[in-house]
């Protein structure tokens, strides 16, 4: 049986817009997958190499390193999740 680990951490690491449009199902630079629900979103990041950084949402990028050195692509953000250090924090 394939099973998985992932970490989970608070919503407030992403910002509104953000969660907006990950709610909207939008294309978002740096997430191959996602998937809303009553507390949050399961999200999968690509690590496919940018060509341009830029395309990146801050808060993206930022999720998208921090699991990529943990070797995670897939990470839950929830309203209950943990709050990491390092990590931008939004009030919204």
Not at 59 to 70: G, K, S, T, V, Y
């Given at each position: 049986m394939w099973t998985i680990t992932l970490p989970v951490v608070t919503t407030a690491h992403i910002s509104r817009a953000t969660c907006v449009a990950l709610e909207n199902r939008a294309a978002i630079a740096g997430v191959m997958e996602s998937a809303s629900y009553s507390h949050g979103f399961f999200v999968r990041f690509n690590f496919?190499?940018?060509?341009?950084?830029?395309?990146?949402?801050?808060?993206?990028?930022?999720?998208?390193?921090?699991?990529?050195?943990?070797?995670?692509?897939?990470v839950r953000i929830d309203a209950d999740g943990d709050e990491v250090d390092g990590l931008p924090k939004f009030d919204w």
């Open positions: 496919e190499p940018i060509d341009d950084m830029a395309k990146l949402l801050p808060d993206i990028a930022a999720l998208r390193c921090w699991a990529l050195r943990r070797k995670h692509d897939w």
